[in-house]
């Protein structure tokens, strides 16, 4: 089975994915709608890509995507400890660093402490942390440096000279597997910690009143959710659909009903499936 991932080589997304589905095929894509689009096609079966980070936030390219294409659901969240290092090539020496490359996210993730110890150098943002590491790789003859992990470290070759540099211990990040299948993924290996739906609402018309209507088909139900979140339409100000996390089981009648309450205030409900959270290693 084909299973694409956001790469490259060595990406944080492959580290989570090896554990996933550490006997199937994987695919590095070069960004997330690449991702969606490999499984949209039926060019893969499923892809993993990343849905949240516990320092920067939702990343909300995967959940744009997710809006724009109803067929794709979710068959399980990982959540994965985050360790950014700091690399260079081992015939540079970290005096003569003139520039930090890595992805917007992993650069902010470790701000205070690059701040702090290269206040001076210049920081560039890069596709990936991975792909970072391989163009430090690759430049020998340049100053330069990456913030990525310890495979893409062992991968490319690089030494690494900061270990640990983000700024927050709680650093981690979820990620989902995608699929057409809508099927529940299950991974007996895996530490299970939760279990969850995932609904995209949108409203018919911005009017006052209209979030606390669908807030309160889940409140009288005392069905507890632990995540909601607007993004933008793109089709004018004030106009969203918005991400809601319903914690545990799933069950027919009060899922089912809920659903249906929604649908009768005019809600539009993209039902994105029922699945577990697993716990994956750095």
Same mark, same amino acid.
């Given at each position: 089975?084909?299973?694409?991932? #956001?790469?490259?080589?060595?990406?944080?997304?492959?580290?989570? @994915?090896?554990?996933?589905?550490?006997?199937?095929?994987? %695919? =590095?894509?070069?960004?997330?709608?690449?991702?969606?689009?490999?499984?949209?096609?039926?060019?893969?079966?499923?892809?993993?890509? =990343? $849905?949240?980070?516990?320092?920067?936030?939702?990343?909300?390219? +995967?959940?744009?995507? $997710?809006?724009? +294409?109803?067929?794709?659901?979710?068959?399980?969240?990982?959540?994965? =400890?985050?360790?950014?290092?700091?690399?260079?090539? =081992?015939?540079?020496?970290?005096?003569? /660093?003139?520039?930090?490359?890595?992805?917007?996210?992993?650069?902010?993730?470790?701000?205070?402490?690059?701040?702090?110890?290269?206040?001076?150098?210049?920081?560039?943002?890069?596709?990936?942390?991975?792909?970072?590491?391989?163009?430090?790789?690759?430049?020998?003859?340049?100053?330069?440096?990456?913030?990525?992990?310890?495979?893409?470290?062992?991968?490319?070759?690089? &030494?690494? /000279?900061?270990?640990? /540099?983000?700024?927050?211990?709680?650093?981690?990040?979820?990620? *989902?597997?995608?699929? &057409?299948?809508?099927?529940?993924?299950?991974?007996?290996?895996?530490?299970? $910690?939760?279990?969850?739906?995932?609904?995209?609402?949108?409203?018919?018309?911005?009017?006052?009143?209209?979030?606390?209507?669908?807030?309160?088909?889940?409140?009288?139900?005392?069905?507890?959710?632990? &995540? *909601?979140?607007?993004? @933008?339409?793109? +089709?004018? #100000?004030?106009?969203?659909?918005?991400?809601?996390?319903?914690?545990?089981?799933?069950?027919?009648? %009060?899922?089912?009903?809920?659903?249906?309450?929604?649908?009768?205030?005019?809600?539009?409900?993209?039902?994105?499936?029922?699945?577990?959270?697993?716990?994956?290693?750095?």
């Amino acid at each position: 089975m084909k299973i694409a991932f #956001l790469g490259p080589h060595a990406s944080f997304t492959q580290l989570a @994915t090896t554990q996933l589905f550490p006997k199937e095929d994987l %695919l =590095p894509q070069a960004n997330i709608l690449d991702c969606f689009e490999a499984v949209e096609k039926g060019e893969v079966a499923k892809a993993v890509v =990343p $849905l949240e980070n516990s320092i920067e936030g939702t990343v909300s390219m +995967t959940l744009d995507y $997710l809006y724009k +294409t109803p067929a794709i659901k979710i068959e399980a969240e990982a959540v994965m =400890p985050i360790a950014h290092h700091l690399m260079i090539h =081992p015939n540079n020496s970290i005096e003569e /660093i003139e520039k930090i490359y890595s992805h917007p996210q992993a650069l902010a993730q470790s701000f205070h402490f690059l701040d702090e110890h290269y206040k001076n150098v210049q920081r560039q943002d890069f596709s990936s942390t991975a792909a970072a590491a391989k163009f430090v790789s690759e430049n020998p003859d340049q100053k330069i440096a990456a913030v990525a992990n310890q495979f893409a470290a062992n991968l490319y070759g690089l &030494k690494i /000279i900061n270990r640990n /540099i983000q700024d927050f211990e709680q650093n981690h990040t979820r990620f *989902i597997v995608i699929s &057409k299948e809508g099927n529940s993924y299950k991974n007996e290996k895996l530490e299970v $910690l939760g279990e969850k739906s995932g609904m995209l609402i949108t409203l018919p018309e911005d009017h006052a009143g209209g979030l606390h209507q669908v807030l309160s088909v889940f409140a009288w139900r005392k069905m507890n959710l632990s &995540k *909601i979140e607007s993004r @933008t339409l793109k +089709t004018g #100000l004030g106009n969203y659909f918005f991400y809601i996390n319903v914690v545990g089981e799933w069950h027919p009648i %009060l899922h089912g009903n809920a659903i249906q309450e929604l649908e009768s205030i005019r809600a539009d409900v993209d039902f994105l499936g029922n699945y577990k959270e697993y716990l994956l290693e750095s």
